[in-house]
T-cell receptor, first 113, second 112 residues
Framework: AQSVAQPEDQVNVAEGNPLTVKCTYSVSGNPYLFWYVQYPNRGLQFLLKYITGDNLVKGSYGFEAEFNKSQTSFHLKKPSALVSDSALYFC???????????FGTGTRLKVLA | DAEITQSPRHKITETGRQVTLACHQTWNHNNMFWYRQDLGHGLRLIHYSYGVHDTNKGEVSDGYSVSRSNTEDLPLTLESAASSQTSVYFCASNSDPLEKLFFGSGTQLSVL
């Protein structure tokens, strides 16, 4: 079965510092990977996706993610964090046999001023 | 602008009652999904549909049902609400399996 894991419930980072939110996956075959962000009392919003091609994927709001096949990871990164980046972040993988999307448990990012 | 709307935003009900949560999208997307969000579990798939008259069970479908009579709507019904179904429910849609999901703003359901 395909799955994703987000090993950190919460990540704290100082404003201006680089941030990383971790995600590892378990799939058969090539993965389709996504990152979403959720602000309070809102639905999830798409940040970026990896389907194929370059291992470094650029997305919305200055975020990027690095696909690492050997480590089965898809970590979300940003060079300089903003207080407004504070939110709940979800990694997801799309099941290759169906159109289902499987989400991780989420990581709460807190950027401190 | 096209959008996906959920109603109601908040709902309080009693155990044993039937409850229906609405989801309406104006993108003409074929694929629609219902998730529930709970602390420690992230988002878990309840039901999904690939088109009119198509419905499929997700990983936590017990006690829930859906029907798809048109492209725009996928209502979620709790046949007999239980306290374990207290959660935040999200509807989502897309047109292509490699494309992003568009999410509604969610329905906070409390079963007392």
């Amino acid at each position: 079965a395909q799955s994703v894991a987000q090993p950190e419930d919460q990540v704290n980072v100082a404003e201006g510092n680089p941030l990383t939110v971790k995600c590892t996956y378990s799939v058969s075959g090539n993965p389709y990977l996504f990152w979403y962000v959720q602000y309070p009392n809102r639905g999830l919003q798409f940040l970026l996706k990896y389907i194929t091609g370059d291992n470094l994927v650029k997305g919305s709001y200055g975020f990027e993610a690095e696909f690492n096949k050997s480590q089965t990871s898809f970590h979300l990164k940003k060079p300089s964090a903003l207080v407004s980046d504070s939110a709940l972040y979800f990694c997801a993988v799309r099941d290759r046999g169906t159109y289902k999307y499987i989400f991780g448990t989420g990581t709460r990012l807190k950027v401190l001023a | 602008d096209a959008e996906i709307t959920q109603s109601p935003r908040h709902k309080i009900t009693e155990t044993g009652r039937q409850v229906t949560l609405a989801c309406h999208q104006t993108w003409n997307h074929n694929n629609m999904f219902w998730y529930r969000q709970d602390l420690g579990h992230g988002l878990r798939l309840i039901h999904y549909s690939y088109g009119v008259h198509d419905t499929n069970k997700g990983e936590v479908s017990d006690g829930y049902s859906v029907s798809r009579s048109n492209t725009e709507d996928l209502p979620l019904t709790l046949e007999s609400a239980a306290s374990s179904q207290t959660s935040v429910y999200f509807c989502a849609s897309n047109s292509d399996p490699l494309e992003k999901l568009f999410f509604g703003s969610g329905t906070q359901l409390s079963v007392l």
